[in-house]
């Protein structure tokens, strides 16, 4: 059977192990066979009465290939057929327009994962958010060359700023290597110790770098955090619209940090890095396996991590980076690089 050929009626009627067999055997060609047939099937275009049928087993058919128990983040919208993001209007009657792999909501509207780009889509009721974001990431200042070429590749890019006629389009180049580690999670289920072990350390070598920088980041999480699992690279990318400079006033909080609010910090709601702290030990428990803080984990989740990401978060960045390390190392001793056979298509596979 010729998959691209073939009526509705004939894709419908067809068999698994006839699906297989037309696809062929190569991972590469099969996920690129069946992103033809939904660019011709997708229901928004195609006028034949089975398309919306058509096109739903073609994605059974993908989930297939690409691994039964593959899952969307949460906040993740399932893309298909090459989506191209197009906004309204810009004031000189143009459109912006972007291809994008995969897109997720925030709580200032939307982000396009693009290939070599990153794109916030924030509505003008919350304009000030978005300068605000451009402006956290506009300019960093480090101690070294070396601090530089070590952290540099771990913040985000400067962005360039189109208004539409009912957004703000915050623009920033992305490194294809990274994936948002929400997206991660939702893929793997639990994330295997030796890998949040580099996560973890990444995670707080920002955080020392951020307290250097006397600056606070309270929206670290699996939506904020990027990682590239070839690199052992960990990337906050995400949630600047938010930070400040420590002791300022904050101008917003996202919904999921002020669980984590003291009523002695909603008297006096400056920016402080300890809020930070205490986001990057939610995240580390939810990466073994105990979002809550209170639930089982996993037999793999070493007891000491968990003991760890269940402490206050008390002392600088420093010190809670130096324990870490300490935990880790009591586990797996000296340092050493564990591959992570984990592809950027793979989380992606819309690519």
């Known amino acids: 059977m010729d998959l691209l050929t073939a009526s509705a009626?004939?894709?419908?009627?067809?068999?698994?192990?006839?699906?297989?067999?037309?696809?062929?055997?190569?991972?590469?060609?099969?996920?690129?066979?069946?992103?033809?047939?939904?660019?011709?099937?997708?229901?928004?275009?195609?006028?034949?009465?089975?398309?919306?049928?058509?096109?739903?087993?073609?994605?059974?058919?993908?989930r297939r290939v690409s691994g039964g128990s593959r899952m969307l983040a949460p906040d993740r919208r399932a893309t298909?057929?090459?989506?191209?993001?197009?906004?309204?209007?810009?004031?000189?009657?143009?459109?912006?327009?972007m291809p994008y792999l995969?897109?997720?909501?925030?709580?200032?509207?939307?982000?396009?994962?693009?290939?070599?780009?990153?794109?916030?889509?924030?509505?003008l009721n919350m304009a000030d958010l978005a300068e605000r974001s451009v402006a956290q990431t506009s300019r960093w200042t480090f101690a070294s060359a070396g601090m530089e070429e070590q952290i540099r590749p771990c913040l985000p890019a400067p962005a360039t700023v189109?208004?539409?006629?009912?957004?703000?389009?915050?623009?920033?180049?992305?490194?294809?290597?990274?994936?948002?580690?929400?997206?991660?999670?939702a893929h793997v289920g639990t994330?295997?110790?030796?890998?949040?072990?580099?996560?973890?350390?990444?995670?707080?070598?920002?955080?020392?770098?951020l307290e250097y920088a006397q600056r606070a980041h309270p929206a670290i999480d699996a939506s904020t955090v990027w990682i590239d699992t070839v690199?052992?690279?960990?990337?906050?990318?995400?949630?600047?619209?938010?930070?400040?400079?420590?002791?300022?006033?904050?101008?917003?909080?996202p919904g999921n940090t002020l669980a984590d609010v003291t009523p002695a910090w909603r008297g006096d709601p400056v920016q402080r890095s300890a809020l930070g702290h205490i986001r990057i030990r939610r995240l580390l428990r939810a990466l073994l396996g105990d979002a809550t803080g209170m639930g089982p984990i996993t037999a793999r989740a070493p007891a000491a991590w968990v003991t760890f990401a269940r402490s206050p978060a008390a002392?600088?960045?420093?010190?809670?980076?130096?324990?870490?390390k300490k935990v880790v190392e009591t586990t797996f001793g000296p340092p050493r690089f564990a591959t992570w056979d984990l592809s950027t298509s793979t989380i992606y596979p819309e690519n």
Do not use: K
Not at 315 to 324: E, L
């Open 315 to 324: 002392g600088s960045a420093i010190d809670q980076y130096r324990s870490w």
């Open 102 to 123: 995969a897109t997720y909501a925030s709580e200032l509207g939307a982000v396009y994962i693009g290939q070599r780009s990153l794109l916030e889509v924030v509505p």
């Open 231 to 253: 690199r052992h690279r960990v990337a906050l990318l995400g949630g600047w619209a938010y930070a400040g400079r420590i002791d300022e006033r904050w101008a917003a909080l």
């Open 162 to 185: 189109h208004r539409t006629a009912d957004a703000v389009l915050v623009v920033r180049p992305r490194d294809p290597a990274l994936v948002r580690l929400a997206d991660v999670m």
């Open 80 to 97: 298909e057929a090459r989506p191209v993001f197009e906004s309204t209007a810009t004031a000189d009657g143009r459109r912006w327009t």
């Open 9 to 62: 009626a004939d894709l419908l009627a067809a068999t698994d192990a006839q699906w297989e067999a037309a696809l062929g055997v190569a991972l590469t060609e099969r996920l690129t066979l069946l992103r033809r047939l939904s660019g011709r099937w997708h229901p928004d275009h195609c006028i034949d009465s089975q398309a919306a049928a058509v096109f739903a087993r073609i994605q059974r058919q993908r």
């Open 191 to 209: 994330v295997p110790p030796e890998h949040v072990a580099w996560i973890g350390s990444g995670l707080w070598n920002l955080a020392c770098y």
